[in-house]
């Protein structure tokens, strides 16, 4: 690669001067007709939701990686050009990701679709209202927030406690003002409360429509919601099911149940289909976007959310467990960027040359290889080439990969797209030849709440503990004696340790985990815990990507990225 950063153009400008391929004609590529979609526009189509019924044929590789910068490391990139990688050497290879949030869209990345040339198209839809998914199931779950707080007005026939509601409501923008709100002022407007607001991605219906295996599926998982406690000593659980807004809910939700079908920008499918996010929530596309895409192609590249200590565990110990999937392989993305921040460079210095800190740092790759193998699956780490990193940093760590006995791809898909990818795509395959894979779950969901969140703090972050709140002892002894004790459970830390404090980098020892709180997501099937000053709302920074955003007087778009 010699080009220079200012001789790129923008992740936009590449994607607009993109020739994309009719929709039609990248369903043909999975053995679909015209009539087998429903079309959006030329260019995005619906899947019918059987496809995720038929039996798959296709062989499942996990995209994950090392803790990430603010910025990211390409995971996405990765992934997309993973994909067309695996279609340019002659594999019918198909891309599951997850659906955008606007909130980081608006706030510090700018968009979730890619980069450079390895992205999906079209991106500026992607990136903002897309099919309308993320609309649809901010609607179900705000049905459900003012059914709720009717029920509330209409007299209280199920005996809530106006203390301790459960349920929230929801937006998809990054708010920090609607942490938490008082509603209801005013003659007549309802019950008086403390009410929180979450992002769509870390809504229980979003994780319920990543989770739900049908329509059938999804309605019984929307029913058991929990929005809330009975009063008085029984505190006994009150259900969305007892409010009777299932039905509704999942008539708002029956077209966004559905997969999204779009494109690389080299033509290839990519099936893109819900967006929890890896921190606060499960972090995975849905189970019937995996599904469908491993019913018709021979190889599915998917992704999980920021790192191993968080989408990946969440990948193996919730989606593929609930989903019955056999991952076979996974890819490790790093960058020699990310890589000198763990070895304690700082952020205004990280595109300087620092075999010091690059060497410091290289331990927190070897944990994280160390976290994918744990659960039976082989793995080969990616570097995600920055045009500021140089041949000695580049092969300091190839060099430790080779010490530490794991595959190492160098990957130019930013710059080049799927040639960019190849050699990664070669290893991918080796991989999956091997036929090495004995896919595990770390932990047997019968296991109490607090033996399954100590497992995790201590296999896959290297906690010497945990510490519990006496919130989250008490929400613990309520979870499992109101049958919620024998599900996964999914963890809420900051993405960018692999403690609970964002501030220790590198391989941190000697720490311990503290869960502030412990919540039920019933519907989605298990149980979340709160770590650290994990917040489920963010905020925007002082600059926030939004500032940069505007549509030109020719209506095309700029600041996306």
């Keep these: 690669m010699t080009a220079t950063p200012s001789a790129f153009p923008s992740d936009i400008e590449i994607a607009q001067q993109a020739r994309m391929r009719p929709i039609t004609d990248v369903a043909a590529d999975l053995g679909l007709g015209a009539d087998d979609i429903d079309q959006y526009g030329r260019y995005k189509a619906k899947l019918p939701l059987s496809l995720a019924s038929q039996p798959a044929k296709g062989r499942l590789v996990l995209v994950t990686a090392i803790s990430p910068t603010p910025a990211g490391e390409g995971k996405s990139t990765v992934s997309v050009g993973l994909s067309q ?7 019918n290879a198909v891309l599951c990701m997850r659906e955008p949030s606007l909130g980081p869209v608006f706030g510090v990345k700018g968009g979730a679709a890619g980069g450079g040339y390895s992205q999906v198209l079209p991106m500026d839809d992607i990136n903002l209202h897309f099919t309308g998914d993320f609309h649809a199931i901010a609607s179900a779950h705000s049905l459900l927030s003012a059914m709720l707080d009717n029920h509330l007005y209409h007299g209280n026939a199920l005996g809530l406690d106006t203390k301790r509601i459960a349920w929230p409501r929801t937006i998809d923008m990054n708010d920090r003002a609607l942490r938490q709100a008082i509603i209801g002022v005013g003659s007549g407007n309802g019950a008086v409360r403390e009410e929180r607001w979450v992002i769509i991605p870390a809504s229980e219906v979003m994780a319920i429509v990543a989770l739900a295996a049908d329509s059938a599926d999804l309605e019984r998982r929307l029913g058991n919601i929990i929005v809330g406690t009975s009063g008085g000593s029984a505190k006994a659980p009150v259900y969305a099911r007892d409010l009777h807004a299932t039905g509704a809910m999942s008539l708002l939700l029956k077209d966004a149940m559905r997969p999204n079908l779009v494109q690389t920008l080299e033509g290839g499918p ?16 849905s189970l019937v976007a995996t599904r469908a895409g491993l019913a018709v192609a021979d190889i599915v590249v998917t992704e999980a959310g920021f790192g191993s200590d968080l989408g990946a565990e969440k990948f193996f110990d919730i989606k593929c467990r609930a989903g019955g999937l056999n991952p076979e392989a996974a890819v490790l993305v790093a960058t020699v960027r990310s890589l000198k921040m763990q070895g304690g460079l700082p952020k205004n210095a990280l595109d300087q040359e620092d075999l010091g800190a690059l060497e410091r740092g290289l331990p927190h790759l070897a944990h994280h290889v160390a976290n994918v193998r744990q659960f039976g699956v082989p793995v080969v780490v990616a570097i995600n080439r920055r045009l500021s990193d140089t041949a000695a940093e580049l092969a300091m760590v190839a060099d430790y990969a080779e010490r530490i006995g794991v595959r190492v791809a160098l990957c130019n898909v930013w710059a080049d797209g799927g040639a960019g990818g190849e050699a990664l795509a070669r290893d991918v395959l080796a991989l999956l030849d091997g036929r090495t894979a004995n896919y595990q779950p770390l932990y047997d969901t019968a296991r109490p709440i607090r033996e399954k969140i100590e497992t995790i ?33 999914c963890m809420a830390k900051t993405q960018y340790s692999l403690s609970d404090d964002a501030t220790k980098l590198g391989v941190p020892t000697d720490f311990r985990i503290t869960v502030q709180d412990i919540t039920g997501s019933a519907g989605a099937g298990f149980v979340v815990a709160k770590c650290g000053d994990i917040m489920t709302m963010p905020g925007l920074s002082k600059s926030p990507a939004a500032e940069r955003m505007r549509v030109r007087p020719d209506g095309s778009i700029e600041g996306l990225s």
């Design 85 to 91: 990688a695996l279609r340019r050497i002659g594999h």
């Design 270 to 285: 990519a099936i893109l289909h819900a967006g929890p996010f890896g921190n606060i929530a499960h972090g995975c596309n």
């Design 457 to 489: 703090a201590g296999k896959v972050y290297g906690a010497a503990g945990v510490n519990f709140s006496p919130a989250a002892e008490k929400s613990m002894a309520w979870l499992e004696a109101n049958g919620l004790g024998e599900t996964p459970v």
